[in-house]
């Protein structure tokens, strides 16, 4: 299985949309503690760390501390400087509450410890078995806030963890038990380049009280693979990812965070001087890892001074020169809030002066940080947008045709019929036409009757009576044209009135087609939002059950091999058990004068076997002979070896000694 120290595995639910770069620029916080050594009393004639403005002077030549000129020391600038009386309090009042809160604020943490060997990096981030330390206490803290989220905003969440360590270049999982553990291979996702670590085993948790136990898998260094029982320092550097992922329904959003825990071991050189078991090549590894990074630091540095440096690509060549820096890649210069606790002793001029140019180096850093913040299943939703806006553009696409045919087709009627201001002038022409007949048939009238009172069998009459009636049929047929033209115009508006109402009642079916399918894609929106919820809560139950198993499992069986041990041991036995020929058999106590007898187990000179055992005079079986050397497979039960035969020495009440 292939673990993505970034975002999970949820990655399947969002979607590849071009966005804009909203990150913002993040300086990495740096931290001094200094520690102080009993016995040096100069300790501050060299350095002096000052709380009150957040600054270390150091003096470069022997002039006094007082004089503060830049020719004879050199000023150190940190985020927040703890003095020597400062407690485990004071450094996580300062740190846990705003490393928290960016955490569920859907930014990603890191909080790294520097420092020389027996520094108080280890005491200051992970504790001691009571605890005190930051780790168990923001995850403590981290748990009860998650917690009250629950109950007043309604969030759902899930936590996993990840504790690994990287030794001599090889990264192991500290989750795992010791004789289990193998080198991990980490390498580079093609599509997103976040880090990802093979065959890694994530516990999932549901509290605090779950948590405890891979906690104290940490903080035993007993149980890593670079701890050396004989220096007791650490040659390991130790990472503990919590990877929190909260759902909130009612406001539809996603956030995923992780937050880093990193132990460093000493920032000084190992040689073989304090070292003299390892070998060259081994010496050479673990060094490996703080030059590379202190290379990719000064890298860095560089590239946030120069602009020309600082466009390229973040993914440069210096981090991948350890397995360290590999996994610092987002810590330093990527998606992370990183805080750095520098811890050292003013007494150690080479080692605090190290220690102090790294984290004012460190501290020249630039992070660009975003929330990873999204919306729950949020591709589907994408998915199901631009499916209704399909749809929605094939509806509005297949009426723009309709209303096309028909303006088509009204315009074909209008090109045979005739307009209204044209029917209005023909009507006027018409009208002054025939006021205008109307008068000459009125002066003919008058003309006929004078002439037919004059002369009544004129042959005139006939003609003008022909021209009349021409005239007639001619006033009578523009009147039926025109009637024709009137009654097509009005056919014409009515069916204009019927596609005008047909149209506002398909725009008003529409528009309740409309807001149905606003209801039903709020209704799918929320479905998804549940079933995204379920979904998510589903899958933390299972790895939480997938965890648990596993642990009970590893359990059972350290209760059988402990079962198994315990079984072996012979138990001591009391009491002594009588012969029948009145002989005892007591139990040879270890480290008594019997145990270096042949009787006893610890016989280095003769054979250990029931074939050696002599038996006394006074037995019941006494043997003409010794016997031969026979060895007998192991039986569980009494152990004769270590049994001795004794006569019975008690007096009889007749003997006079």
Same mark, same amino acid.
């Given at each position: 299985?292939?673990?993505?120290?970034?975002?999970?595995?949820?990655?399947?639910?969002?979607?590849?949309?071009?966005?804009?770069?909203?990150?913002?620029?993040?300086?990495?916080?740096?931290?001094?503690?200094?520690?102080?050594?009993?016995?040096?009393?100069?300790?501050?004639?060299?350095?002096?760390?000052?709380?009150?403005?957040?600054?270390?002077?150091?003096?470069?030549?022997?002039?006094?501390?007082?004089?503060?000129?830049?020719?004879?020391?050199?000023?150190?600038?940190?985020?927040?400087?703890?003095?020597?009386?400062?407690?485990?309090?004071?450094?996580?009042?300062?740190?846990?509450?705003?490393?928290?809160?960016?955490?569920?604020?859907?930014?990603?943490?890191?909080?790294?410890?520097?420092?020389?060997?027996?520094?108080?990096?280890?005491?200051?981030?992970?504790?001691?078995?009571?605890?005190?330390?930051?780790?168990?206490?923001?995850?403590?803290?981290?748990?009860?806030?998650?917690?009250?989220?629950?109950?007043?905003?309604?969030?759902?969440?899930?936590?996993?963890?990840?504790?690994?360590?990287?030794?001599?270049?090889?990264?192991?999982?500290?989750?795992?038990?010791?004789?289990? =553990?193998?080198?991990?291979?980490?390498?580079?996702?093609?599509?997103?380049?976040?880090?990802?670590?093979?065959?890694? =085993?994530?516990?999932?948790? *549901?509290?605090?009280?779950?948590?405890?136990?891979?906690?104290?898998?940490?903080?035993? *260094?007993?149980?890593?693979?670079?701890?050396?029982?004989?220096?007791?320092?650490?040659?390991?550097?130790?990472?503990?990812?919590?990877?929190?992922?909260? =759902?909130?329904?009612?406001?539809?959003?996603?956030?995923?965070?992780?937050?880093?825990?990193?132990?460093?071991?000493?920032? /000084?050189?190992?040689?073989?001087?304090?070292?003299?078991?390892? !070998?060259?090549?081994?010496?050479?590894?673990?060094?490996?890892?703080?030059?590379?990074?202190?290379?990719?630091?000064?890298?860095?540095?560089?590239?946030?001074?120069?602009?020309?440096?600082?466009?390229?690509?973040?993914?440069?060549?210096?981090?991948?020169?350890?397995?360290?820096?590999?996994?610092?890649?987002?810590?330093?210069?990527?998606?992370?809030?990183?805080?750095?606790?520098?811890?050292?002793?003013?007494?150690?001029?080479?080692?605090?002066?190290?220690?102090?140019?790294?984290?004012?180096?460190?501290?020249?850093?630039?992070?660009?940080?975003?929330?990873?913040?999204?919306?729950?299943?949020?591709?589907?939703?994408?998915?199901?947008?631009?499916?209704?806006?399909?749809?929605?553009?094939?509806?509005?696409?297949?009426?723009?045709?309709?209303?096309?045919?028909?303006?088509?087709?009204?315009?074909?009627?209008?090109?045979?019929?005739?307009?209204?201001?044209?029917?209005?002038?023909?009507?006027?022409?018409?009208?002054?036409?025939?006021?205008?007949?109307?008068?000459?048939?009125? !002066?003919?009238?008058?003309?006929?009757?004078?002439?037919?009172?004059?002369?009544?069998?004129?042959?005139?009459?006939?003609?003008?009576?022909?021209?009349?009636?021409?005239?007639?049929?001619?006033?009578?047929?523009?009147?039926? *044209?025109?009637? =024709?033209?009137?009654?097509?115009?009005?056919?014409? /508006?009515?069916?204009?009135?019927?596609?005008?109402?047909?149209?506002?009642?398909?725009?008003?079916?529409?528009?309740?087609?409309?807001?149905?399918?606003?209801?039903?894609?709020?209704?799918?929106? /929320?479905?998804?939002?549940?079933?995204?919820?379920?979904?998510?809560?589903?899958?933390?139950?299972?790895?939480?059950?997938?965890?648990?198993?596993?642990?009970?499992?590893?359990?059972?069986?350290?209760?059988? /091999?402990?079962?198994?041990?315990?079984?072996?041991?012979? !138990?001591?036995?009391?009491?002594?058990?009588?012969?029948?020929?009145?002989?005892?058999?007591?139990?040879?106590?270890?480290?008594?004068?019997? !145990?270096?007898?042949?009787? *006893?187990?610890?016989?280095?000179?003769?054979?250990?076997?029931?074939?050696?055992?002599?038996?006394?005079?006074?037995?019941?079986?006494?043997?003409?002979?010794?016997?031969?050397?026979?060895?007998?497979?192991?039986?569980?039960?009494?152990?004769?070896?270590?049994?001795?035969?004794?006569?019975?020495?008690?007096?009889?009440?007749?003997?006079?000694?």
């Amino acid at each position: 299985m292939h673990w993505n120290l970034m975002s999970k595995e949820q990655t399947a639910s969002s979607v590849s949309l071009p966005t804009v770069d909203n990150s913002e620029p993040c300086h990495i916080e740096v931290l001094l503690r200094t520690v102080p050594e009993k016995g040096l009393q100069n300790n501050e004639s060299t350095f002096k760390a000052s709380s009150s403005d957040n600054t270390v002077l150091f003096r470069t030549s022997n002039g006094p501390l007082q004089n503060t000129t830049g020719d004879t020391h050199s000023t150190f600038q940190f985020d927040k400087v703890f003095n020597a009386n400062a407690t485990q309090k004071d450094v996580q009042d300062f740190l846990l509450d705003p490393t928290i809160n960016d955490v569920l604020n859907g930014y990603n943490s890191t909080i790294l410890t520097y420092g020389p060997s027996f520094s108080g990096k280890s005491y200051s981030l992970i504790g001691s078995q009571d605890g005190g330390g930051i780790l168990p206490n923001i995850c403590k803290a981290l748990f009860s806030t998650l917690e009250d989220r629950v109950k007043t905003k309604g969030n759902n969440f899930s936590v996993s963890v990840l504790a690994f360590e990287i030794y001599m270049e090889k990264t192991y999982d500290l989750l795992v038990p010791l004789p289990e =553990r193998k080198p991990l291979k980490l390498h580079r996702s093609s599509s997103t380049m976040d880090l990802e670590i093979k065959d890694i =085993r994530p516990a999932h948790v *549901s509290s605090f009280e779950d948590l405890k136990s891979y906690i104290q898998s940490v903080q035993n *260094s007993g149980n890593r693979m670079g701890y050396s029982s004989e220096a007791e320092r650490s040659r390991s550097h130790v990472v503990f990812q919590l990877h929190i992922e909260q =759902r909130n329904r009612g406001r539809d959003i996603l956030k995923n965070s992780s937050l880093y825990l990193i132990d460093l071991h000493g920032a /000084e050189k190992f040689d073989k001087r304090t070292e003299n078991t390892l !070998s060259q090549d081994a010496l050479k590894k673990l060094n490996q890892s703080i030059e590379a990074l202190k290379n990719t630091v000064e890298c860095l540095e560089i590239k946030n001074l120069d602009s020309i440096y600082s466009a390229k690509a973040s993914h440069s060549s210096t981090y991948r020169e350890s397995q360290l820096t590999e996994v610092l890649q987002d810590s330093l210069g990527g998606n992370r809030k990183t805080k750095v606790i520098l811890t050292c002793f003013l007494s150690n001029v080479p080692t605090t002066l190290s220690t102090l140019k790294f984290g004012d180096s460190i501290r020249q850093i630039n992070n660009r940080v975003m929330d990873n913040t999204s919306g729950l299943n949020l591709k589907k939703k994408m998915d199901l947008f631009v499916q209704d806006m399909k749809i929605k553009d094939d509806n509005y696409i297949s009426q723009i045709n309709i209303l096309k045919a028909e303006i088509d087709t009204l315009k074909g009627h209008s090109s045979q019929s005739v307009s209204k201001e044209d029917l209005a002038t023909k009507y006027d022409d018409s009208k002054k036409e025939n006021t205008k007949l109307k008068l000459q048939l009125d !002066s003919i009238a008058q003309l006929l009757n004078r002439l037919t009172t004059e002369n009544p069998n004129n042959s005139i009459n006939d003609e003008v009576s022909e021209i009349l009636m021409k005239r007639c049929e001619q006033i009578a047929q523009l009147e039926l *044209s025109f009637d =024709r033209q009137v009654n097509a115009n009005s056919k014409l /508006e009515k069916e204009l009135e019927y596609k005008k109402s047909k149209e506002e009642a398909l725009e008003s079916m529409n528009v309740k087609l409309l807001e149905q399918i606003q209801l039903q894609e709020k209704e799918i929106q /929320e479905l998804l939002t549940t079933n995204a919820i379920l979904k998510g809560e589903l899958e933390t139950h299972t790895k939480l059950n997938e965890t648990r198993n596993e642990r009970i499992k590893y359990l059972e069986g350290s209760v059988k /091999e402990l079962g198994i041990n315990k079984s072996a041991t012979p !138990s001591p036995r009391k009491g002594s058990v009588s012969s029948s020929s009145g002989n005892t058999m007591s139990h040879i106590e270890e480290g008594s004068e019997l !145990s270096n007898s042949p009787w *006893s187990l610890n016989a280095p000179s003769k054979p250990v076997g029931w074939g050696v055992r002599k038996v006394s005079s006074s037995s019941i079986a006494t043997m003409g002979s010794q016997e031969s050397f026979t060895p007998r497979p192991f039986k569980k039960g009494l152990n004769l070896h270590s049994i001795k035969v004794t006569p019975n020495t008690s007096k009889s009440p007749d003997s006079g000694n």
